[in-house]
Antibody, heavy 123, light 112 residues
Framework: QVQLQESGPGLVKPSQTLSLTCTVS??????????WSWIRQPAGKGLEWIGR???????NYNPSLKSRVTISVDTSKNQFSLKLSSVTAADTAVYYC???????????????WGQGTLVTVSS | DIVMTQTPLSLSVTPGQPASISCKSS???????????LYWYLQKPGQSPQLLIY???SRFSGVPDRFSGSGSGTDFTLKISRVEAEDVGVYYC?????????FGGGTKVEIK
């Protein structure tokens, strides 16, 4: 069974760049049936999709964050990464990586999630 | 973006009793391929969300058959036939037909 694990700093200063990595085990990130995704959840709030990357490197981002987000993939390490620039306190959240299963050309959903990592933006 | 609206916000259920959660989308989730891309997740306390139901009514691997999903177009329902203590948490519906995928605000289920 596939497992995902987020890693990265738990504290980031305002205006700096948040960087997280997701390590995938139990399956190859190069499998063609999946998008590799990032989702976040502010404390006590709902879930917000950040973006996704295909094994080819093709990306899609949430328009609300697009100007600040970069998602990349390293197939040799079976990892994918998130960078969010110019962070503010509003970016404080639990960040999840997830495997997005392609249900059809277009639609997709998340079948496995990492445990999540709390990132706090504070000076 | 497609807006997903869940009701109720919270539910307190006696063990062994049924529970029902409603989810409405601002646009139809029916795809041109004939399938409807509506999903249900459960986030247990302190855990990440876990997939319960995909494409309206199909149970994900390992999900007990007391969970069932139904609906079409823009109106959907998740039912738990007999609530157990392990079912506590926040339930989310999600649409996967259009980017960005969007989630409902969540329904918190607790045990009386």
């Amino acid at each position: 069974q596939v497992q995902l694990q987020e890693s990265g700093p738990g504290l980031v200063k305002p205006s700096q760049t948040l960087s997280l990595t997701c390590t995938v085990s139990g399956g190859s990130i190069s499998s063609g049936s999946y998008y590799w995704s990032w989702i976040r959840q502010p404390a006590g709030k709902g879930l917000e999709w950040i973006g996704r990357i295909y094994t080819s490197g093709s990306t899609n981002y949430n328009p609300s964050l697009k100007s600040r987000v970069t998602i990349s993939v390293d197939t040799s390490k079976n990892q994918f990464s998130l960078k969010l620039s110019s962070v503010t306190a509003a970016d404080t959240a639990v960040y999840y990586c997830a495997r997005g299963k392609i249900a059809a050309p277009g639609p997709y959903y998340f079948d496995y999630w990492g445990q999540g990592t709390l990132v706090t933006v504070s000076s | 973006d497609i807006v997903m609206t869940q009701t109720p916000l919270s539910l307190s259920v006696t063990p062994g009793q049924p529970a029902s959660i409603s989810c409405k989308s601002s646009q139809s989730l029916l795809h041109s391929d004939g399938k409807t891309y509506l999903y249900w997740y459960l986030q247990k306390p302190g855990q990440s969300p876990q997939l319960l139901i995909y494409e309206v009514s199909s149970r994900f691997s390992g999900v007990p058959d007391r969970f069932s999903g139904s609906g079409s177009g823009t109106d959907f329902t998740l039912k738990i036939s007999r609530v157990e203590a392990e079912d506590v948490g926040v339930y989310y519906c999600m649409q996967g037909i259009h980017l960005p995928p969007t989630f409902g605000g969540g329904t918190k289920v607790e045990i009386k």
